[in-house]
């Protein structure tokens, strides 16, 4: 039963998304979507329509008016789809009216018809945007003029009377259409208004966000300038005061030297990593080969791990000779903050492991490092990447090193993710291109 939902609703956003690739306007593909799902709506109820009066018998009706009808709406979409979007608008609301006014010339009054006037009135409001005005004012103008001389017996009307108990149940196939009419296109509207305002309200704080870490990085340039010169005094100085403690060091000052020297260190790396938390990508990024990059980063984890005496289980799945286009440097930097984040969460494990996998999936290049660690919670993930965010005790990190790779990631076009749940794994993922 859930196949067959998907599968529709799948069947339904095609069809309604038919034809969006061609607009660049956002408004106007959601103008696009609302006369798509107008038209397909008109051609259900028309045929609904069709179908009562194919089983009544009322094949004169069906050929003069229906048959017409369809052909216009299927003409419509086509107009759609082929750009001419102002003339595919323009010509639905006409061919309702008219359609309309020949239905209800034929009819008479009692299959309800009319209603459908005043949904026309109101719908160039969903199909026409502000600056098209004049046609907002003729359509809607149009419209109600045609409910008025419908109201007013202007036309002859009931050449072709229908019988009682046909009359009644178009009525209500009118009525039902009406509704359906008026509310889907309105409702698909505010839908995805929703969606829109989401995605401009998420892309707000992510600019937000990148300005607050540009203007980081501009001041940690200018403090590790300013820093950096009184550092070095104090290192020279330090060299000095180790050279005149001698090789015996009576007095035990070399110890406290060396503890002075581990504390300019750590200022270096602080500012180090405030520099390369908004890495700077540049205008032609090199071509890495995959397998090239594959290797570079198993030698590098190997070699790391193996230091630190830490199990390492590889897994690589390239099947073809892709190119990244990325600075090759960001990479390593990116996988080594994730290498490091696992090392951090399996501190006091007694066995440490961590798996790394290497594959090409859907046009992307995967690196996943997976680590056998407390995992990360659904509250925790969803702060994982903000900026200085850190689970460490105070004074062991800044919060910026995962916050730093998906920088790196998503300026490439990629993304970085993390699965909650137990055991940690984090998913880095970078555009894939066919090498020519």
């Given at each position: 039963?859930?196949?067959?939902a998907?599968?529709?609703?799948s ?22 979507m ?10 259900g109820?028309?045929?609904l ?6 089983l ?23 107009l ?7 003339t ?7 061919t ?15 299959t309800?018809?009319?209603?459908l006037c ?15 005005w ?13 409910f008025e ?12 009377p229908l019988?009682?108990?046909?009359a009644?149940?178009?009525r209500?196939v ?8 008026i ?43 300013e ?7 104090i ?16 007095r ?18 602080i500012?180090?990593k ?8 540049p ?11 594959a ?24 099947t ?14 990116a ?15 007694k ?11 859907d ?22 990447f ?46 894939l291109?066919?090498?020519?």
């Amino acid at each position: 039963m859930n196949i067959v939902a998907s599968r529709l609703a799948s069947f339904c956003m095609r069809h309604l998304e038919a034809g969006q690739n061609s607009l660049k306007d956002k408004s106007c593909r959601l103008q696009l979507m609302v006369l798509n799902a107008s038209v397909y709506i008109s051609l259900g109820v028309t045929s609904l329509y069709a179908l009562i009066l194919l089983l009544t018998g009322q094949l004169a009706l069906l050929i003069m008016l229906l048959i017409p009808v369809i052909i216009l709406l299927f003409f419509i979409l086509y107009l759609a789809r082929c750009r001419c979007f102002l003339t595919a608008r323009v010509a639905y609301l006409v061919t309702c009216l008219l359609s309309l006014l020949y239905g209800i010339h034929l009819q008479g009054k009692e299959t309800n018809l009319s209603l459908l006037c005043l949904h026309l009135a109101l719908f160039p409001f969903l199909l026409f945007r502000a600056h098209e005005w004049r046609w907002i004012a003729f359509c809607s103008t149009a419209a109600f003029a045609v409910f008025e001389i419908v109201d007013f017996n202007l036309i002859p009307m009931g050449t072709q009377p229908l019988a009682e108990g046909t009359a009644r149940i178009l009525r209500l196939v009118i009525t039902l259409g009406s509704f359906i009419c008026i509310t889907t296109p309105s409702a698909l509207l505010l839908w995805q208004s929703n969606q829109q305002y989401r995605k401009a309200l998420k892309r707000n704080r992510v600019l937000a966000l990148d300005e607050k870490m540009a203007a980081i990085g501009r001041l940690a340039g200018g403090a590790a300038h300013e820093i950096n010169n009184p550092l070095a005094i104090i290192q020279l100085t330090l060299e000095s005061l180790e050279n005149h403690a001698g090789p015996n060091d009576p007095r035990g000052i070399k110890p406290r030297i060396r503890k002075a020297y581990d504390a300019i260190h750590r200022i270096h790396s602080i500012l180090q990593k405030l520099l390369v938390s908004t890495p700077q990508v540049p205008a032609q990024p090199e071509p890495l080969c995959v397998h090239a990059i594959a290797q570079l980063i198993t030698q590098r984890s190997k070699r790391y791990l193996y230091n630190h005496g830490i199990q390492l289980k590889i897994k690589v799945d390239l099947t073809d000779q892709s190119v990244i286009h990325c600075e090759r440097q960001h990479v390593i930097d990116a996988v080594d903050s994730l290498i490091n984040n696992a090392l951090e969460a399996m501190l006091g494990h007694k066995t440490p492991a961590v798996s790394l996998t290497l594959r090409s999936h859907d046009r992307f290049f995967q690196v996943e490092v997976a680590d056998c660690g407390p995992g990360v919670s659904d509250e925790i993930n969803r702060s994982l990447f903000t900026p200085f965010f850190t689970t460490k005790e105070v004074g062991a990190g800044l919060g910026l090193s995962l916050y730093s790779a998906r920088c790196i990631a998503r300026q490439y076009g990629g993304d970085l993710t993390c699965d909650s749940g137990p055991s940690g794994r984090f998913c880095l993922s970078l555009p894939l291109q066919k090498l020519s």
